[in-house]
Every structure is written in structure tokens, then in C-alpha cells.
């Protein structure tokens, strides 16, 4: 293409996170299993429920925007099933997908919908996340668990976190003593060590990967990132696949990096998001690479976001919080939540500090990955996803920073999504900054 500075190459790593995703995607098929509903993440890469051994708990985001992606007439379809129940086009996109699934009684593919047998709905910053497991509950009568959100506002207090330490452990382990007993599955603890420790592992391989992220040209662009991040995290698989993987990962992006190769030959102008964008029309990503700009990610995507900062002497690397509590071996179940890494006790409440209360968080995302401008979604359901960002979006302004907003219903829900004025919006920002197309 004329313009092009840099060299692209296809990700070698594509055809493995491929096969991941379909050995997942078969697996909660299964009807060998005890399929339920929610996201029990509790460390990184490490899910609780898979150290039953035939259990799997399904999150509706990876579900719900590949459904949306991939068939956009079922999943319309499977929305109206939702609305016609009294749901309306204010609740998450992913959830009336899923929901409708639900209710129709079968998916995208004609097979039969895989009824949960239980509900254990992750509390989020999202308001929705937990009715996601109501309404299966609600659908037929299953077994529901709930957990609490901890967080506080304010200074680090390390004995306060202790003590949600505590009430966060005394959860999880309520929840997985009543499933052994209603369910007679045995709990492997030993299967549970072994995920805690590939997920400090590969949190690591995450962290190199996102400060490699912040190189010129960008290794890799939003819609990469949006087509493997979750695997071993919302996406499960087996602990030692899921380390691998993001080593292969981390390895070739390093690879990238030294040698210039680009996601995007002609970049120019780079451009970051903060949440999840409109899945069924991700192609306006390349439609935005024909003007030489690239989505470096976003809050949602570069996960570890909120682990870097940059420091005095300007260089960019992790942020370091004080210890939740001296290491320990696990030596009991209760070890084995209480000293998890990446405990999702710290999580809260600085990621959410990071992300809603520091006034300018976004404005540091910015400067940490060299961006020009700012791409935000308003979404209209999903209340966590938009919190803010009008605000942000006119601190991103006052420091220079383009930024275009676009509303749109949900990121899972094309409904109200009108692409030829949206296009049309991009063209004049592009405009804005100066920039005309590449000829192909």
C-alpha cells in the first residue's frame, strides 16, 4: 500500500489460539458436565470451578459477542426472544443473546441450549454481571450462589484489605463446600495450586507483552487483541496450555518488536479505546487503517493497564502495590484463595480507584502508549462500560488529545447502530487530524 513504512507479517501464534478457542467452545457442549452460569474468576487466569472435574461455568461475554460477530440475523433473533419476556434494549447486549439462546431452546447452530444446572454470578463494577445468573435461575430452578463486590474508596489500608481478604475467602469456599455436597464432586485442590501458579506466570507474560505494546510500530492492533485475550481467563483452558500460549505470545511479539514488524504498515495516527466496541461491525478498525491509524487497545483489552504507570525518570513499568501479606506455601484450601496472586481482593479496589476515581487514568493510558487521540463508545446499557467517559473524553481534550464519541446501544446489540453515519463521523475526525487515505 502507498504509505507503508513498516513491515506486517500474519501472527504465527493465530492457528494456535484458534484451535484453543474450538477445543473451549466443544467442551461446554459437552453433556457430560455440569454446565453453569457466571464467571467465578477469582486469580488471574485461575477459575475455581475448574478444579471440579466435570464442571464448567460460562461466562455470556465470549459467548455473546461471538454469537453477535459471527450471525447477526439469530443473534437479533435471540434478542427479540429476550424482549418479548419483558427485557428490554437497556440490558447488555451479551446477556439478551445468551438469554434468548436460553429461551428458544437452542443456538446459533441448531443444537440444543445446554440448560445451566447451576448459578454463580460474578459481582462487577458492570450493574448487570449479576442478574446474568438470575435469570437462568429463574428460568428453572437451580442452586444460586452469590459473592460480594469488596472495595473501598480512599487511601491504601492494608489491614482493611485483610479483612476483605478474609470475607472474600469465607465466600468462595462456602460456595464450593455446597457444591461438593449437593453435586458430589470432590474439589482438587492440587489442580487449583497448579492453575494459582501458571497464573503468576502468566500475568507476567501479559505484563511484558502490554509494555512491548507501547512500542513504535504497535505489534498489535485492538482487533488482534480482541480475538485472543480472553483465552484462559473468561476463556478456560487447561493451566499449562493457557502458559504456554502467552509465552508463544509474549515471544513473538518480543520477536515483532526488535524487528519492526507492524500490525499496521502505514500507522501514523494511534488511537485507543476504553471498553468493549460494537462487535458486529469490527471491521471499522481496518476501515480506520486505510488513513494510516491504529487501536493501540483499550482499558478492556491491555488488561495490565492498570499494573503500569510511568515513572519519575519517564520510563513506563509496573505498578507496585504494598503485599496483600507475606507469601505462603498453600497448604490448605483456605491457602489457596487467601494467598492467591493477583488476588481479585486488591482488584477492586485499584483497578477501580485506577479506572473511576483518579480523574486522569485515562489521560496516563494515553501517555504510556504514545497515543494521538481517543475512540470512545457511549453505550447506553451496560452502566460500568460508560461511567465517566464524557468527563474523561474532555480531560483527554484539555491535553491535547483528538477524541470522537459515538453512542451506540450495547456492544453485543447492533440494533440502534447506524454504520453509514458512523463511518461518516470517522472520515471527519480523520479529517480533523489532517489525515486523507492511502491509496490501495
Known amino acids: 500500500m502507498k504509505g507503508q513504512i513498516w513491515e506486517t507479517r500474519p501472527l504465527e501464534f493465530w492457528a494456535k489460539a484458534k484451535e484453543l478457542r474450538a477445543q473451549w467452545e466443544q467442551s461446554i457442549e459437552s453433556q457430560d458436565i455440569v454446565v453453569g452460569q457466571g464467571n467465578t474468576g ?3 487466569t485461575a477459575d475455581w470451578q475448574r478444579a471440579f472435574p466435570a464442571m464448567a461455568v460460562i461466562e455470556d461475554n465470549p459467548r455473546g459477542s461471538t454469537i453477535a460477530a459471527k450471525d447477526m440475523a439469530f443473534a437479533r433473533k435471540a434478542r427479540i426472544a429476550s424482549e418479548i419476556r419483558g427485557w428490554g434494549r437497556e440490558i447488555c447486549g451479551y446477556h439478551g443473546v445468551l438469554w434468548g439462546c436460553q429461551f428458544l431452546g437452542y443456538q446459533a ?12 454470578p460474578i459481582p462487577c463494577v ?6 446474568r445468573g438470575i435469570q437462568c435461575r429463574d428460568f428453572t430452578p437451580v442452586p444460586q450462589w452469590m459473592n460480594d463486590f469488596t472495595m473501598y474508596l480512599g487511601d491504601h489500608d492494608p489491614e482493611r484489605e485483610v479483612e476483605m481478604a478474609n470475607h472474600k475467602t469465607y465466600n468462595i469456599l462456602r460456595v464450593i463446600n455446597d457444591i461438593e455436597r449437593i453435586f458430589g464432586q470432590k474439589f482438587d485442590e492440587e489442580y487449583m495450586e497448579q492453575m494459582l501458579r501458571s497464573a503468576s506466570k502468566v500475568k507476567e507474560y501479559r505484563k511484558e507483552i502490554f509494555l512491548l505494546q507501547t512500542s513504535v510500530p504497535a505489534p498489535l492492533c485492538a482487533k488482534d487483541l480482541y480475538s485472543f485475550y480472553t483465552l484462559g481467563g473468561l476463556v478456560k483452558i487447561d493451566p499449562q496450555e493457557t502458559e504456554n500460549f502467552w509465552k508463544s505470545v509474549r515471544d513473538e511479539i518480543k520477536w515483532r518488536v526488535d524487528n519492526k514488524i507492524a500490525a499496521v504498515g502505514t500507522e501514523r495516527f494511534r488511537f485507543m479505546e ?11 478498525y481496518r476501515y480506520l487503517e486505510q488513513y494510516g491509524a491504529v487501536c493501540i487497545g483499550s482499558q478492556y483489552t491491555n488488561f495490565t493497564a492498570a499494573q503500569l504507570e510511568r515513572k519519575a525518570d ?4 509496573e505498578r507496585a502495590y504494598p503485599p496483600l501479606r507475606p507469601a505462603e506455601e498453600y497448604l490448605t484450601r483456605e491457602d489457596l484463595f487467601r494467598n492467591s496472586p493477583d488476588s481479585d481482593v486488591r482488584l477492586p479496589h485499584h483497578f477501580k480507584q485506577d479506572e473511576y476515581n483518579r480523574p486522569y487514568a485515562l489521560n496516563e493510558f494515553a501517555d504510556i502508549y504514545g497515543c494521538d487521540g481517543a475512540f470512545f463508545w457511549i453505550w447506553r446499557s451496560g452502566v460500568g462500560c460508560t461511567l465517566t467517559r464524557k468527563e474523561q473524553a474532555m480531560r483527554l481534550r484539555k491535553e491535547g488529545y483528538s477524541v470522537l464519541t459515538y453512542e451506540g446501544g450495547a456492544p453485543g446489540d447492533p440494533t440502534d447502530l447506524d454504520e453509514k453515519r458512523m463511518l ?7 479529517a480533523v487530524n489532517g ?5 490501495n
Open 435 to 439: 489525515l486523507r487515505k492511502y491509496e
Open 126 to 131: 458492570c450493574d448487570s454481571h449479576t442478574k
Open 42 to 44: 477469582t486469580a488471574g
Open 424 to 430: 461518516e463521523n470517522l472520515d471527519s475526525w480523520m
Open 314 to 317: 519517564g520510563r513506563v513499568d
Open 274 to 284: 476504553a471498553h468493549p466496541p460494537q462487535y458486529s461491525f469490527l471491521k471499522y
Open 109 to 120: 447452530d441448531g443444537s440444543p441450549f445446554p440448560l445451566r444446572k447451576l448459578v454463580a
